[in-house]
């Protein structure tokens, strides 16, 4: 009786780590984005950081984002922390926002060495889909604290329609 108790605590364990894993999955695959040394990234060569996964030719960061919309307008917010606005680029193509940019790395003023290196730094490109049409000639964009906010004003005012389609 017991070992089929423990069984049943484990398959439950699984199933909840499992369930969490997907969810993570589909809330941050799209934040994930990856950065490319640019020409203006001056990044410090491999040799003067003690990091063993630094890699100063890759890097990886969430970009974490929210699409809000209402009757008239979407409102898109991308946390770019550590960049200027004059570093970003926008432009709405088809039925997405795209954001691009390049984070550039700060050296110390001081002598010594770099013992962890866990930020992303360089070129990278972000690419958000709009649930609706929108007028991007019309957009108001800001960047307050780290927080690019981006409102699109839609082409055909109104909640987005859902469709339901028989299946024969």
Do not use: C, F
């Given at each position: 009786m017991r070992f089929d108790?423990?069984?049943?605590?484990?398959?439950?364990?699984w199933?909840?780590?499992a369930e969490g894993g997907r969810h993570l999955w589909r809330s941050a695959a799209g934040a994930l984005t990856r950065f490319k040394p640019g020409d203006a990234t001056n990044l410090p060569p491999a040799a003067a950081v003690d990091d063993t996964a630094y890699i100063p030719s890759q890097g990886?960061?969430?970009l974490g984002g929210d699409v809000f919309e209402d009757d008239q307008r979407?409102?898109?917010?991308?946390?770019?922390?550590?960049?200027e606005k004059e570093d970003l680029k926008l432009e709405v193509l088809?039925?997405?926002?795209?954001?691009h940019g390049e984070k550039r790395f700060a050296h110390e003023s001081t002598e010594g060495r770099w013992r962890v290196m866990q930020c992303a730094y360089g070129n990278f490109r972000r690419r958000i889909p709009l649930p609706a049409e929108v007028?991007?000639?019309?957009?108001?964009?800001?960047?307050?604290?780290?927080?690019?906010?981006?409102e699109l004003p839609k082409s055909s005012p109104g909640r987005s329609r859902a469709v339901s389609i028989a299946v024969e």
């Open positions: 108790n423990l069984k049943e605590n484990v398959e439950t364990l199933d909840n780590v990886w960061s969430m979407l409102v898109v917010r991308i946390e770019v922390p550590g960049m088809d039925d997405a926002l795209l954001v007028k991007a000639d019309e957009a108001r964009v800001s960047y307050k604290n780290g927080v690019l906010r981006v």
